[in-house]
């Protein structure tokens, strides 16, 4: 069994649990309500796995597995030197699946993003990193997706390198990243838009 090193987002939809306990029509609604976020993530994540007809650089496939109202969605790590860049890419991915459950279903998610050891296959999942997502998940207490230190610390070490990856860390995570009064630093889904995710040119695609 070989481990390999991914990034993680794992995020639960609140109320789930409160749902069942009033009523069957309550409840059949926010099954529902999951169900139709489920078919357009996945068409979004389709969307991001498909490379254009010319591609410059090869992005990691996006990877996800779903169980009830847990959401895990993750890719598998690089050692390059450019790979903060896939790791932008995904946080803004996580954040604009947050709006679409938020603006297009109601939906309120919390949860967390890490990176670590990861075993993924069709029918197994598991390792620190779930753990991790998971713990962080747990000490959210709010409706946000929480940002780990090491996903931080990686996005400040690619800054380091060079006055480009600085600046292009500093405009891409400008309305994305927001350190709360606990110190925990969360997606900021609200301000955060990318048009171009959720609408691509051919918007046939997420029909």
Same mark, same amino acid.
């Given at each position: ?6 990034? %993680? ?24 309500s999951i169900g139709s976020s489920i078919v357009l993530m996945k068409a979004i994540l389709s969307i991001i796995n ?37 790791? %932008? ?10 709006? %679409? ?53 990686? #996005?400040?070490?690619?800054?380091? !390198? ?11 995570? #400008?309305? #994305? ?9 969360? #997606? ?16 046939? !695609?997420?029909?």
């Amino acid at each position: 069994m070989d481990f390999s090193e991914y990034y %993680v987002a794992y995020f639960d939809v609140l109320g789930y649990k409160e749902a069942f306990k009033k009523s069957k029509d309550i409840s059949a609604q926010l099954i529902k309500s999951i169900g139709s976020s489920i078919v357009l993530m996945k068409a979004i994540l389709s969307i991001i796995n498909t490379p254009p007809d010319e591609p410059i650089e090869k992005n990691p496939e996006i990877e996800y597995k779903i169980f009830s109202d847990n959401f895990l969605i993750c890719y598998k790590g690089t050692t390059d030197s450019l790979s903060a860049i896939p790791l %932008v890419y995904f946080l803004r991915l996580i954040a604009s699946i947050q709006r %679409v459950f938020f603006e297009g279903f109601q939906l309120i998610v919390r949860g967390g993003i890490t990176k670590g050891h990861l075993y993924l296959t069709k029918d197994l999942v598991g390792g620190k990193a779930l753990i991790d997502a998971v713990e962080l998940e747990n000490t959210a207490i709010y409706p946000r997706i929480i940002v780990d230190d090491s996903i931080l610390n990686e #996005l400040n070490s690619f800054k380091m !390198q060079n006055d480009l990856f600085k600046s292009f860390v500093a405009a891409s995570c #400008l309305d #994305l990243l927001v350190k709360d009064i606990d110190d925990k630093t969360f #997606l900021n889904y609200i301000m955060s838009y990318d048009a171009w995710i959720l609408f691509p040119k051919n918007g046939s !695609q997420l029909e």
